[in-house]
């Protein structure tokens, strides 16, 4: 963009916004080591003395390695938009039931408070927690073999998930599945996201808002064909940056914030298309996850029919994630045209690779 009039006046407002920006970043910054430290403090009797160090990935919580007594934890100042009290109790309870499963991972569970709550609860409202820290790095999703020990993972948590049931019927709250793509942000409902797309708060290629609009109606459309669909729950952020890996097995799982209860085979689609992006769009590639994922599960001839609407239906979740988090004021412009542009893709891939897409399907899952 051009400012062929005007410019000092503009250079001095971008520079005024600017340590406006600054002053306010570094004012969240203190609130939230206030926080950090006062989380702490509920576990320990004696404020101890700790290194904190922050993680790669995360954009939606603040998550910190904390090391106490030469000992590391992980801590989490949830997003207030994002995280609720029913919500934190369910990802508490899937992740002790996973943690007693005889699975080839682990996951990370919710250590107790002094007074012996999973989780914290600050005055504003804000949720924190403290859980288990498991060793590990992000697993790679280069090789062939890579996306067999993805596709295994993804179909062993599928499998497990898939056993968890309300057994003493105590859930009040199944989470938000993204096929209500309206509630996956509080700050993203119907008119929200029409106000977003009528007036982009930054450039968004014409031509990208034009495929929005043309699959929000496809997807409005279709989207009542997926309740004859088996349901479970699903993680939803199944990505190699929320795994954990040691010589070359994949060891943990982590971050379970978007759980909730969705069409089962929407674990599959959201996985699938991370392997499709990690890898040019490789068919090798693909059947390899495919393959690995049918050790542990295999799919009916109707979820595979409806994999293409799942696909659609993430990317507009994911949008609408990132469209709430604009409204709560996150710069999220690389990210949302990322996810837009990954969406486009996407969509011609699963069009144009149908066959042997299918052929794949028969052979492994069916």
Not at 140 to 169: N, P, Q, W, Y
Not at 289 to 312: D, F, V, W
Request: glycine letters at 6%.
């Amino acid at each position: 963009m051009q400012y062929d009039n005007g410019l000092s006046t503009y250079s001095a407002s971008v520079h005024n916004r600017n340590q406006s920006h600054v002053a306010a970043a570094l004012g969240k910054e203190d609130i939230m080591q206030d926080k950090v430290e006062g989380l702490i403090h509920y576990y320990f009797e004696d404020a101890p003395n700790y290194s904190a160090e922050s993680v790669p990935f995360g954009l939606t919580n603040l998550t910190k390695i904390i090391n106490i007594n030469e000992r590391k934890y992980v801590i989490r100042i949830y997003n207030q938009f994002t995280k609720s009290m029913p919500s934190i109790e369910l990802e508490s309870k899937i992740t002790s039931y996973l943690s007693h499963q005889n699975l080839s991972f682990q996951v990370p569970v919710f250590i107790r408070t002094i007074s012996g709550d999973d989780y914290v609860r600050f005055p504003d409202g804000t949720l924190g927690a403290m859980v288990s820290f498991l060793k590990g790095h992000a697993p790679d999703l280069a090789e062939v073999h890579h996306a067999e020990e993805f596709g295994r993972i993804v179909g062993e948590i599928t499998s497990a998930l898939g056993k968890f049931a309300d057994a003493d019927g105590s859930f009040t709250y199944y989470g938000i599945p993204f096929s209500n793509i309206y509630s996956i942000h509080p700050l993203a409902d119907i008119p929200s996201v029409k106000s977003f797309f009528e007036e982009p708060p930054f450039h968004i290629p014409g031509g990208d808002v034009a495929f929005y609009s043309e699959m929000i109606l496809s997807v409005k459309n279709s989207i009542d064909l997926l309740e004859k669909l088996p349901k479970q729950f699903v993680h939803h952020d199944l990505l190699v940056f929320n795994l954990l890996a040691h010589e070359n097995k994949i060891k943990g799982v982590l971050d379970f914030d978007f759980i909730s209860l969705d069409v089962s085979f929407m674990e599959f689609a959201i996985c699938l298309n991370h392997v499709l992006q990690m890898s040019n769009g490789s068919l090798e590639m693909a059947e390899a996850y495919i393959r690995g994922y049918a050790k542990y599960r295999k799919a009916s001839s109707e979820e595979i029919t409806y994999l293409q609407l799942l696909t659609q239906i993430y990317h507009i979740a994911v949008l609408h994630i990132y469209i709430g988090q604009h409204y709560s004021g996150v710069n999220v412009e690389q990210n949302f045209n990322y996810i837009l542009n990954q969406f486009k893709t996407r969509n011609d891939w699963l069009t144009e690779q149908s066959s042997p897409l299918q052929r794949m399907f028969e052979s492994y899952l069916l």
